[in-house]
């Protein structure tokens, strides 16, 4: 594409988006891009970890999945599961109705139901997008894992 071809698509583009509404965000007001790891404790473990708890880019906050390690039944592990991730959010400066994506891995796909019975309304009145899967492994004794995309 020549010199002159591409400033007519930026020119045509920047009209289109003004068009429909959507606006130039200056360089400025837009979030600091680099990688941050978040720690829910706020001080960063003495021994070298295997993954990360929290990781923030931008204004997005990656949060690893967390399962519950004791005996119990879904029920109780998947309110422990959706209690540790509001903990984790709140900490990182975000909440749950600004979960964007979930993802829940069940021990056994039988939970589903009675973790559906735990898991609705925790996110407010519009959920994330979410998938759910049966995982053989899932680690420990915990019945369901999950691990969330948020924004701050």
């Known amino acids: 594409m020549s010199k002159s071809n591409r400033r007519s698509f930026i020119a045509r583009s920047a009209t289109a988006a003004a068009a429909v509404?959507?606006?130039a965000v200056p360089a400025s007001a837009q979030p600091s891009l680099t990688k941050r790891v978040i720690y829910p404790s706020g001080k960063k473990p003495e021994k070298p970890q295997l993954f990360s708890p929290i990781v923030g880019y931008g204004n997005l906050l990656f949060l690893s999945g967390?399962?519950?390690?004791f005996e119990g039944d879904i029920k109780a592990h998947t309110?422990?599961?959706l209690d540790e991730i509001q903990k984790n959010?709140?900490?990182?400066?975000?909440?749950?109705?600004?979960?964007l994506k979930?993802?829940?891995?069940l021990a056994d796909l039988k939970d589903y139901d009675d973790m559906n019975e735990v898991f609705r309304g925790r996110f407010g009145s519009e959920p994330p997008v979410r998938t759910?899967?049966?995982a053989a492994g899932v680690p420990g004794k915990s019945l369901?894992?999950?691990?969330v995309?948020?924004?701050v």
């Open 66 to 69: 967390i399962g519950a390690h």
């Open 149 to 151: 995309i948020a924004y």
């Open 144 to 147: 369901v894992e999950i691990d």
């Open 102 to 105: 979930c993802q829940v891995y």
């Open 79 to 81: 309110k422990h599961v």
């Open 132 to 134: 759910t899967i049966a």
């Open 89 to 99: 959010l709140e900490a990182a400066g975000s909440s749950m109705d600004k979960v």
């Open 21 to 23: 509404g959507v606006a």
